[in-house]
């Protein structure tokens, strides 16, 4: 499990740490667990201690986009940007792999904010990474096909979960990417045909 004295900006702050650690409430989720819905009020900021969550952006018809994930010892900058301005959530944050997170109230952001740099510096080092990421996502949505956007989102899950074999159905890539589950099934097979990845029940292996 990470803990906060690992992350960079914390590692000059223990005062920091030891507030965290006292305001921040800490739960336990499984894979599936939705911890923030759209247009819910934000009370508290995640902290990703272990596992992994993914942020959603949801369509009026309800489609779904996957925007990016958030890593232990990383946390979701929209929760920070919605909660400093008394705003609702515009994202779904789903657990992806079983998590442990540490909430920290709202209103303790800005007062961390003003105290410590650390924070402050944790803050800007999350919103230059997702504001990238965020850039990835239009430049594929606009410049690549679904074939080349699947492949990539089959190589980030093998990336977070250090394993070639990805516990995952065609239906929810086609929910994370944006499109038909029948286009992800006939892509994969196009995949599995080629050699680069194997299908299996509920599970798709990267050869």
């Known amino acids: 499990m990470e803990t906060l004295n690992d992350i960079a900006e914390f590692k000059s702050s223990p005062d920091l740490v030891e ?3 006292k305001y921040g409430i800490h739960k336990t989720y499984p894979a599936g ?4 819905n759209e247009n ?43 909660g400093l301005h008394n705003e609702t959530s515009k994202v779904k944050a ?12 709202v209103e303790k952001v ?6 410590y740099p ?7 080092r999350l919103y230059h990474k997702r504001f990238e990421e965020l850039l990835e996502i239009v430049n594929a949505i606009a410049f690549k096909k679904v074939d080349e956007r699947l492949l990539n989102l089959l190589k980030k899950k093998s990336e977070i979960l250090a394993s070639n074999t990805l516990p995952v159905t065609h239906e929810q890539l086609a929910n994370e990417l944006g499109t038909a589950r029948v286009v992800v099934s006939r892509l994969l097979k196009q995949l599995e045909e080629n050699g680069i990845v194997r299908l299996g029940r509920n599970k798709i292996t990267l050869v």
């Not at 667990?33 to 923030?36: F, G, K, M, Q, R």
């Open 19 to 21: 507030k965290l650690y």
């Open 33 to 36: 667990s939705i911890i923030l």
């Open 110 to 115: 800005p007062e961390f904010i003003k105290e």
């Open 118 to 124: 650390g924070w402050l510096d944790y803050i800007f």
């Open 40 to 82: 819910a009020p934000i009370r508290s900021i995640p902290i990703v201690m272990k596992g992994t969550l993914k942020v959603i952006r949801m369509e009026d018809d309800g489609r779904e986009i996957l925007l990016y994930y958030i890593k232990a010892g990383e946390s979701c900058i929209m929760s920070f940007l919605g």
């Open 94 to 105: 789903e657990v992806d792999e079983d998590a442990e997170i540490l909430f920290l109230p």
